[in-house]
């Protein structure tokens, strides 16, 4: 079945020390997600890719980067983890932009939910 | 400030209840609102959106832009509906940004 696969699911990580995030997908879309979702709130945006476009949200803290070497594969890194970054990551695809487009639903992977010691 | 607000964490209703799943939303310009679930060890994924003007799993969702509200609801309730719903806003047409609220966490008890 074509998906959008993270991994790992659950990652454990000491503060201050880097930790990546990985996604991947076999849908072959052109968009990439990464939302962060703390406990008891709403996920939010972090960036996006189109393509290797990158599109970082104002409010991204400058901790977290994002690569995406091809078209499957897109990564979230977190240079340096604080007890506040403890959330679940989505990754999320589309295959354009502009949500409003039904041709454009974007199709969520199951999360990293990534704790801070 | 583009905003959801889903204003219950929990609705607790028994089978055969109708449900209304609550949803609020601040946005100056022409919205698209949708609806999110995900059921217990599933990932997130679309329900509806209001443009499509369906009806999923009994589910519809209609837009009232006086009240600025998007309620999603269901005659009858069935177990199976157990699940997180969000709700979700899309502010402009050209980015795939989606503002989603808090989540509802719908129990259908037998």
């Known amino acids: 079945d074509a998906m959008v696969i993270q991994n790992p699911r659950y990652q454990v990580t000491q503060f201050g020390k880097p930790v990546t995030l990985s996604c991947s997908q076999t849908l072959n879309h052109n968009v990439m997600y990464w939302y962060q979702q703390k406990s008891s709130q709403a996920p939010k945006l972090l960036f996006h890719y189109y393509d290797k476009d990158f599109n970082n949200e104002a409010d991204t803290p400058d901790n977290f980067q994002s690569r995406r070497p091809n078209t499957s594969f897109c990564f979230l890194d977190i240079r340096s983890p604080g007890l506040g970054d403890a959330a679940m990551y989505l990754c999320?695809?589309?295959?354009?932009?502009?949500?409003?487009?039904?041709?454009?639903?974007?199709?969520f992977g199951p999360g990293t939910r990534l704790t801070v010691l | 400030a583009q905003r959801v607000t889903q204003p219950e964490k929990l609705l607790s209703v028994f089978k055969g209840a109708p449900v209304e799943l609550k949803c609020n939303y601040s946005?100056?310009?022409?919205?698209?609102l949708f609806w999110y679930v995900q059921y217990s060890r599933q990932r997130l994924q679309l329900l509806l959106r209001h443009i499509s003007r369906e009806s999923i799993k009994g589910f519809t969702a209609d837009l009232n832009k006086g009240e600025t509200s998007f309620h999603l609801k269901k005659p009858f309730a069935q177990e199976e509906d157990s699940a997180m719903y969000y709700c979700?806003?899309?502010?402009?047409?050209?980015?795939?940004?989606?503002?989603f609220g808090q989540g509802t966490t719908l129990q259908v008890k037998p």
């Open positions: 979700a806003l899309s502010a402009s047409s050209n980015t795939g940004k989606l503002i």
């Open positions: 946005y100056s310009g022409s919205p698209e």
């Open positions: 999320a695809t589309s295959r354009g932009l502009g949500a409003r487009h039904p041709y454009n639903e974007q199709f």
